[in-house]
Every structure is written in structure tokens, then in C-alpha cells.
């Protein structure tokens, strides 16, 4: 159903968005369509609710949707569980990973690869299929062996974390990867991982939004797109240059901007 | 009369009923038992009695247990598969099995130790104690019946039970006492009894389970005494698997020796009432001791663990790390107290208590306390009580999983921090097999806990 028609369906359509956290308004009419193929960079200053759009679309319960509208694949997302948006190909990657004490990595990745395979009508994988998978995957992002063998995320430091969340991304192949601030606090060659990891499940039917606060990722990751979100609204889209003229100029032109229109 | 005949009429029956075709020292022990409870009875009074603060034992007191005459265990009332089913097992262990507190040989296994090993690991009421197993003599030496109700009805009950004697530079393996209690219409009580003696630089694991049906009220009062000698290692594992409907009140009592080295895992799923009341002596200096414990409880279901640890000896270092994981309306107790001695310098002890709470009627008491004469010592204490992490939830079901198997695995997580400290690789898989089934179905989409 939700795979008919993958050259004209977008994968995501975002319609008025508004979002609030306990009563407060954070996200006040947001529109964003990706298609097929697309990378798109949510960029913006601190507080602009970019975290709060990833996060609302991968389905997290304390974000309440006040109106609007979100399709997937043309389906109707706010409708759908978190672990149903999960199965069917979405990925958040998260800005601050948990830590799963007593919960070994190799058990949590089987069971989500699992449940996504399950979902689509197929098999659970066989446990020396998976080993292969995990091994090539993990050579792949380049992370190391022992971290896998241990609980999630348990002590891992944060550079550590963050290639974690590219290993599962890499695992489940999602359809919409959502990186939310990813790149924070990663050193230049965990950046060139994390990066590659992305770049790398680039294909044409599939596609992401890469939410970040600075340019400097996308030296990276070449976005098709770029949209500057300041308090809740997108002010400002543009290509690839967006991101060079902000990482210049700041965003405070772009707020600017904003109160000129608005006021 | 006796004001012990009014009170417990049916404890005094059977008591007087009692073979006396027993030991002499059984026998003697037995009396001594028996005047203790005559003067201490049961700990019913809760005012001022700090360690049964938070335990009601009322109801094991009104009840009428009987006391079965022992008869030789039927072949065919219990199966070695239903021990297997129902207690860790493995082949080359000594396996003793107990049905209804009598040994039963065609389910035991593994026993054979040659004579000049000096090693005796033998039911208590078997005749070789009488001729070369010193640890029978030390019944009621850490376990005193003058100091505890029912220590002293126990005692008084002694008939059969393990005695375990390791001499010097010995190794026992691993010796598994399983005592199961079969479904009876009548509720009746066995007073099982264990006795280690390890001496210097021996070693010795001993599996103490307990395992019974769920639709039958009975009592279990188990008493197990400890003697760790000179360097000598000792593991422990107690594992209260008794029936949803039992009631059960364990006693162990240890002491370590210099440099002796001692763990226990004390790991509790069943009985509407338990106790779990360990006590540790340190009374050589160098000794290390590891108490480990989990309990999981359901229902209306009520543990209380009575955790002590005394360092009287300098250079000691102790761990005690209880986990608890309570459900519906069960209750919950973690008292845990280490004493440090003034003579008990350098003493490095740590202590922690962590439940995790499934319901909002759930209810814990975790009471670690530290009482210190000493001055330079290194001890720290921390208990904690929360629900399940909603931003753990969260991160979970974004991978896909859905929210009954984001609580099993979380819960199932929480409880292999202890089950993982087992490095017996048979009990392991038992203790971890028997927590995935008893693993309770919670509802993780109420927000539990707040935020």
C-alpha cells in the first residue's frame, strides 16, 4: 500500500505543523516535503524546535500535536505507534542516546531487525545470518568490535554513542533517516564516520533530514536542501548555499528577517 | 499445660509425637530447641522488635501445620524430571533432593566421594555423621535457637537435613540440596537444615532451592549454618522458588574465618511470605565477603530480606547488592545492616539496594544502614526505587520494538545484573530461564512513575 507509486508519493509531507510540550507551543506551523532520493538539512539556532521536529515525527509521547498534518509514504504518521513508524522505515537517530544497562547490544539489534522483518510479513533472521550482518556492519561504521558485545550504550563515551546510532541506522537501512543534532560534540574523524555511514545509504528511493546546528556536517553530507527554522517556522529554504552563507553570517539575519516579514 | 501448648497446641503435639530414633546429638539438640521456643515462641510482637519491623507473622502462627510422621518418599510422587523441571540440575554435581523434608536417594545423584578424601557430604539423619562428620556437632553453634523463634522450632524439628564437611585443602564441588515440598490438602511445615563446615584453604559450592506447587499453603523454616575456616572459599546460592501460597522463613547463619572467602546469591521469585534472614560474621581479619541478591514479587506477595554483615577483624572487605523487582500490590523489604567493629580497621564495605517498581501499588522498604566504631574504614551504602524510564521506552519502541517486549527486556535486563554475577553456567541458565517465565506483563502506555 504505502509502497505503490515511489516516484510520485513523497516520503514525507509535513502540513502546518504545530507542536506542544506541556502546554507550551514549540513548533508553529511547520511545512517540509522530501522526496524520494532527497537530503534535506533542518538548520537553525538553539530552541528553534528543530530537535522537536525530529523528534515528533519518529512519534515521542510528551510532544502533543495541536494541528496539522504529517503523511508518510502517504499515510497518515500521527496516527501510527512509534514502533510502527520504525518498522516501516523510519529512523531517528538520536541527539543524547540511552543507555540500556544489562541490555546486550547483539540481543537489541536482533530483536529490532526482527521486528522490522516481521512487520513486512518475512522471517525472523537466523541468528548466524544476523552475526554476519552485525560483523560487516560494524567493519562498515568502523566502530569497535568489544562496544557490540556490551550493553547499549552502557559507558560509551559520547563520540562512541553517536557511531552507535550510525551502526543501527546501517542495520535497519531505514527509508527516512532523521539525524537529530548527530553531529554535536563529535571530534572531525567521528564526524567523517558518522557522515559515511549517511552517505552511504543514500539511494534513490530512500531519503533524510539531517537536523544540526552547524554547517560543518555538511561538508559532509551534501543536503539537496537546506531550511534555516527559527521559533517554530521554517523562515528560509534554499540549496547547499544556504548553509554556507549562515555558517558566515550566523542566524541572526535570519531572525531578522523574519521580524521584518512578521512585523 | 504449658503456656507453649496453649499457644502453638498443634507444635506441641507434634513435638511430643516424635520418633525418638534419632541421634543422641539430633535428640539433644532437639530439646534444646524446644525449651527455646518455649520461651521465646514466635515473633508475633512487632513493637520495638527491629527486625520484624515490617513482617507480620501472624498468619504462620494461627496456622495448624502438620507435622507428618517421615515416611520413605514413594517412587513415582516425584520423578527425577520433575526435580529437573523444578531445580537446577546437572550431572556432575552432588544432588541431593528432599520430598516433604525426607531424603529421597532414587532422586539423588553424584554422591560418591571416596572415604579417604575426607570429604562427607550426607544427609544429616544418615549414620556416618555419627562417625566421621565433625559438622554435625556444631548444629546450633551460629544458628542459636536461644536467640530466634524460629531458629528454635527449627531445632526442635530436627530430623534430617545436609551436613557438608570439607577438611583442609579439600574441594566438594558443587553440592545441590534441593527440598520440595509436594501438594498436600492439609498445609504442613518442614524445618529443613543445613550444616557447611569448610576448613582451611578448602573449598565448596552449595545450591540451597526450594521449590514447591503453587495451590497448596505450606511452610518451609530452613536454617542453614556457614563455618568458612582459614582460606578457605565458600559460594552460596538460596534460592526461594517455593509455591505462590507458601510461606517461607529462611535463616542462614555464616562465619568467616581469617582470609576465607565467601558469596551468596540470594535469589527469591515464589511464597506469599518470605524472609530471608543472612547474617555474616567476619571474625578473621583479611576476609572477603560477596552477598549478592534479587527478588522478584507479584501480586499481594510479601519478601522481607534481614541482610547482616559484621566486621569485627581488620583488612575485611564485604559487598552486599540486593536488586528488587515488585508488581502489583507486593511488598517489598531490603534491610540491610553492615556493623563495623572498633578492632575492624581498613575494613572496605559497600552496600546497594536498587528496586525497580512495575506498579504504583508496589511498595518497597530499602533500609541500608551503616553502624561504624572504626576509624579508618572505607564503607559506603545506596538503596534506590523507580519505575521504568520513559525516555528508555521511548528509544526502544524508535527501533521497533513494541511496548510488551520493551518491558520484558528492560525488566529482564534489570534482574541480569545479579543473575549474570553466577558463574556456575547450569544455575545461570536456571535462575535466568526461571525469570523470563515469571516476568510479569505490565502496561508501560499509563504513565507510571511521572515525569
Redesign the interface.
Known amino acids: 500500500m504505502t509502497t505503490a507509486n515511489q516516484t510520485d508519493t513523497p516520503i514525507l509531507e509535513v502540513k502546518d505543523l504545530h507542536v506542544s510540550i506541556d502546554g507550551q507551543e514549540i513548533l508553529r506551523g511547520v511545512d517540509l516535503t522530501v522526496r524520494p532520493g532527497e537530503v534535506h538539512a533542518i538548520m537553525g539556532p538553539n530552541g528553534s524546535g528543530k530537535s522537536t521536529l525530529a523528534n515528533t515525527l ?5 510532544y502533543t500535536v495541536t494541528s496539522g498534518k504529517v503523511l508518510y509514504n502517504g499515510a497518515d504518521l500521527l496516527k501510527m ?3 510502527d ?3 516501516e522505515g523510519m ?2 537517530a ?1 541527539q543524547y ?2 543507555e ?4 546486550r547490544a547483539w ?2 539489534l536482533k ?2 531487525i526482527d ?2 522483518r516481521v ?1 513486512q510479513g518475512e522471517e525472523e533472521m537466523g541468528a548466524r545470518e544476523f552475526d554476519r550482518l552485525l560483523r560487516s556492519k560494524v567493519e562498515e561504521v568502523e566502530i569497535d568490535p568489544e562496544l557490540v558485545r556490551r ?1 547499549v550504550n552502557e559507558g560509551f563515551s559520547g563520540g562512541e554513542k553517536k557511531r552507535n546510532e550510525v551502526l ?1 541506522m546501517a542495520l ?1 537501512e531505514p527509508k527516512l533517516a532523521l539525524l537529530d543534532e548527530t553531529d554535536s560534540g563529535l571530534d572531525i574523524d567521528a564526524l567523517r564516520i558518522v557522515s559515511d555511514g549517511v552517505n552511504r545509504l543514500r539511494r534513490p528511493d530512500n531519503a533524510a533530514v539531517v537536523v544540526t546546528h552547524y554547517q560543518r556536517i555538511l561538508n559532509y553530507i551534501k543536503p539537496d536542501y537546506v531550511h534555516v527554522l527559527v521559533d517554530g517556522r521554517i523562515a528560509l529554504s534554499g540549496g547547499p548555499e544556504l548553509a554556507e552563507q549562515l555558517e558566515a553570517r550566523g542566524y541572526d539575519w535570519v531572525r531578522e528577517g523574519v521580524d521584518a516579514a512578521s512585523g | 499445660m504449658t503456656a507453649t501448648a496453649d499457644t502453638y497446641p498443634h507444635y506441641t503435639a507434634a513435638y511430643e509425637a516424635q520418633s525418638p530414633e534419632v541421634a543422641e546429638t539430633l535428640r539433644a539438640l532437639r530439646n534444646r530447641g524446644w525449651d527455646a521456643f518455649s520461651q521465646l515462641g514466635l515473633p508475633t510482637a512487632r513493637r520495638g522488635n527491629e527486625p520484624w519491623k515490617y513482617t507480620n507473622v501472624a498468619p504462620i502462627a494461627r496456622e495448624a501445620f502438620a507435622h507428618p510422621q517421615p515416611m520413605p518418599v514413594e517412587d513415582g510422587i516425584v520423578t527425577l524430571d520433575d526435580v529437573r523441571a523444578a531445580a537446577p540440575w546437572h550431572a556432575g554435581w552432588h544432588t541431593f533432593v528432599f520430598v516433604d523434608g525426607v531424603f529421597a536417594p532414587h532422586l539423588s545423584s553424584g554422591g560418591e566421594i571416596a572415604e579417604s578424601s575426607g570429604i562427607v557430604i550426607a544427609p544429616l539423619a544418615d549414620t556416618i555423621h555419627a562417625e566421621r562428620g565433625a559438622s554435625v556437632s556444631l548444629l546450633g553453634e551460629l544458628a542459636r535457637p536461644e536467640d530466634d523463634g524460629f531458629v528454635a522450632l527449627n531445632t526442635a524439628f530436627v530430623r534430617d537435613g545436609m551436613g557438608i564437611d570439607v577438611p583442609v585443602d579439600g574441594d566438594a564441588g558443587v553440592v545441590n540440596v534441593v527440598y520440595l515440598t509436594t501438594g498436600r490438602e492439609q498445609p504442613r511445615v518442614t524445618h529443613p537444615r543445613i550444616i557447611v563446615s569448610a576448613q582451611r584453604n578448602s573449598r565448596a559450592t552449595v545450591i540451597e532451592t526450594y521449590v514447591g506447587p503453587d495451590d497448596t499453603r505450606y511452610f518451609t523454616n530452613a536454617v542453614a549454618e556457614i563455618h568458612v575456616h582459614e582460606g578457605a572459599r565458600v559460594e552460596h546460592y538460596r534460592l526461594l522458588m517455593d509455591g505462590m501460597d507458601a510461606y517461607h522463613v529462611g535463616t542462614s547463619r555464616v562465619i568467616q574465618h581469617r582470609d576465607s572467602g565467601f558469596s551468596s546469591g540470594a535469589i527469591s521469585r515464589g511464597a506469599a511470605l518470605g524472609r530471608n534472614d543472612f547474617s555474616v560474621t567476619l571474625i578473621g581479619a583479611g576476609a572477603e565477603c560477596t552477598l549478592n541478591g534479587l527478588y522478584l514479587t507479584v501480586g499481594n506477595q510479601h519478601m522481607d530480606n534481614y541482610i547482616n554483615i559484621d566486621h569485627t577483624e581488620p583488612n575485611g572487605t564485604s559487598r552486599m547488592f540486593y536488586k528488587g523487582i515488585l508488581d502489583g500490590q507486593s511488598r517489598a523489604i531490603f534491610g540491610g545492616n553492615v556493623t563495623v567493629r572498633e578492632g575492624a580497621q581498613k575494613t572496605d564495605a559497600q552496600q546497594t539496594d536498587k528496586n525497580l517498581l512495575l506498579s504504583e501499588q508496589a511498595e518497597v522498604d530499602s533500609k541500608p544502614s551503616l553502624l561504624i566504631y572504626a576509624d579508618d574504614v572505607k564503607c559506603g551504602h545506596g538503596a534506590t526505587a523507580g519505575h521504568i524510564d520513559l525516555d528508555t521506552v521511548f528509544y526502544m519502541q524508535s527501533r521497533g520494538l513494541d511496548l510488551p517486549t520493551v518491558s520484558r527486556i528492560l525488566i529482564h535486563a534489570f534482574a541480569s545484573e545479579i543473575i549474570d554475577t553466577v558463574a556456575l553456567v547450569p544455575l545461570r541458565e536456571y535462575l535466568d530461564e526461571q525469570f523470563q517465565n515469571a516476568i510479569p506483563d505490565v502496561d508501560i502506555t499509563l504513565p507510571i512513575g511521572g515525569r
Do not use: C, D, M, Y
Request: without cysteine; positive net charge; glycine residues 6%.
Open positions: 519518529a512519534g515521542r509521547p510528551e505507534q512509534p514502533e513508524r520504525a518498522r529512523f531517528l538520536f542516546p540511552i540500556l544497562p544489562g541490555v540481543q537489541f530483536a529490532a521486528a522490522k512487520h550493553s543501527q535497519l
